[in-house]
């Protein structure tokens, strides 16, 4: 199974993701969380991706690129594998295109969501993120057990991503409208495109899009 989900900023696109993973047996690919990583870990990857991110910008497609092409020849993605937040530019779509080529497999389905805006960002207020090791709780529907504790590595500080300033969200849904949104249009041609609404609760949302998934893969 190698799925894309596409969707603007704090649609959902990692709640789902992290699902299917676990449904599917196949891991998350993240370029966003990848990138976080990178940041907490001062590579010098992140360094050179920190002020485009907290920007609400776009990291070059070249440094995207390799890195996913690192991360898609490692072996646990050989039964495949979700991409979240990869690709969100059309250059990122031909490269990946090339990438899948060159790895000799295909994509079977390209899922994007979509949610009213005003819904997004009542859902990105609430989010919060392990500063240690990057699990995300939203305070209204997935709080962590103890207020301010981490249930994944026992971190204590939960905090709102830089990024999710309101100007910088704004800056983000202005990044998505120009430059990623015009994928839907490179994918549509090759009938993989499934385009799913992302409002309702995330087991809803989350059975609308294996719902949505050719019949041969919907059921897992
Ligand atoms: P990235 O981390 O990919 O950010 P994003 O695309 O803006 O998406 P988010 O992570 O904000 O949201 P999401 O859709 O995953 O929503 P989530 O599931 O968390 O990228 C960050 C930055 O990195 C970019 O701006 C860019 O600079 C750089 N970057 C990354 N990839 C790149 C690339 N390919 N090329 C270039 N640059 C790149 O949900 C949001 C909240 O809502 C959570 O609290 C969640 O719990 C809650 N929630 C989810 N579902 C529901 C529901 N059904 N009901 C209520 N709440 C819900």
């Known amino acids: ?3 894309i989900l596409i969707g603007p900023p704090g649609v959902g696109k990692g ?13 998350q690919v993240a370029t966003g969380d990848m990138l976080r990583a990178n940041l907490r870990d001062g590579t010098k990857l992140g360094r050179q991706a920190q002020s485009y991110m907290n920007k609400g910008q776009l990291v070059p497609d070249d440094v995207i690129l390799a890195m996913v092409e690192a991360r898609l020849r490692e072996p646990d993605t050989a ?10 530019t059309v250059p990122q779509g031909v490269g990946l295109t090339v990438i899948l080529e060159r ?3 295909t994509l079977d389905a ?3 969501i979509s949610v009213k805006q005003d819904v997004i960002l009542t859902r990105l207020a ?8 990057g699990a995300v709780y939203n305070l209204v529907i997935n709080p962590p057990k103890t207020m301010g504790v981490c249930e994944a590595c026992g971190g204590t500080e ?7 300033r309101p100007e910088t969200i704004k ?3 202005d990044v998505y409208r120009e430059q990623t949104f015009p994928l839907l249009a490179y994918y549509r041609p090759t009938g993989l495109l499934r385009e799913v609404a992302g409002e309702g609760t995330v087991d809803e949302i989350f059975n609308n899009i294996l719902a949505a998934l050719p019949e041969k893969l919907g059921q897992g």
């Open 1 to 3: 199974m190698r799925l």
């Open 15 to 27: 709640t789902q993701a992290r699902l299917l993973a676990e449904h599917f047996g196949i891991p």
């Open 79 to 88: 039964a495949g594998f979700i991409l979240d937040g990869f690709p969100r």
């Open 103 to 105: 790895l000799d497999v």
């Open 110 to 112: 390209i899922v994007a």
């Open 126 to 133: 609430a989010r919060r993120t392990c500063a240690r090791c």
């Open 158 to 164: 939960l905090i709102q991503r830089d990024d999710d």
């Open 171 to 173: 800056k983000r849904f």
